[in-house]
């Protein structure tokens, strides 16, 4: 790794992006490096880019929460958290609920008891039952279809 000829604006390019400790800089050196022996490929910016695209997009990429997912549903659908966590089981509330389960089972990597949990203790059989309910709509519903894109826009810009 000593005699390797790495141009600045690469290294200027790694350091910019990848801020948090030297073991990370040295393993994205690697990558690039090993990336571009075994493609046999100059190393360049483009390069360095495509090789650490993964890496670099998830620093980007802000956590999706629970209460995230159901602040959204809630505000779009003018309801409060509260109802969400709550016993009643109108269709006014159940079926945002429902939205905001399949949302967190979606977009978030929580077990399904901890996404029950987050709606009021409800049991996992209920995220199941949310979760495939929601997706038979969006089989049928293109109205829906456009309110789940609606919101995972909305989620992903907040």
């Known amino acids: 790794m000593e005699n390797l000829q790495v141009p600045n604006e690469v290294m200027v390019y790694i350091a910019n992006k990848i801020q948090s400790n030297i073991r990370e800089l040295e393993g994205a050196l690697i990558r690039i490096v090993a990336f571009a022996s075994l493609s046999n490929k100059e190393i360049s910016v483009e390069l360095a880019t495509d090789v650490l695209k993964d890496i670099i997009s998830n620093k980007?990429?802000?956590?999706?929460?629970?209460?995230?997912?159901?602040?959204?549903?809630?505000?779009?659908?003018?309801?409060?958290?509260?109802?969400f966590k709550s016993k009643r089981r109108t269709k006014n509330v159940a079926y945002p609920r429902q939205i905001a389960m399949y949302l967190a089972r979606k977009l978030t990597d929580l077990s399904l008891p901890k996404i029950g949990e987050e709606f009021g203790g409800r049991d996992?059989?209920?995220?199941?039952?949310?979760?495939e309910k929601i997706s038979e709509d969006l089989e049928k519903d293109d109205a829906l279809k456009e309110t789940?894109?609606?919101l995972i826009k909305k989620i992903h810009q907040k």
Request: charged residues 25%; proline residues 0%; negative net charge.
């Open 60 to 83: 980007n990429n802000k956590q999706i929460t629970v209460e995230l997912i159901q602040d959204v549903v809630a505000s779009y659908y003018n309801l409060r958290i509260d109802d």
């Open 148 to 150: 789940i894109d609606e």
């Open 124 to 131: 996992h059989t209920t995220v199941i039952h949310a979760y």
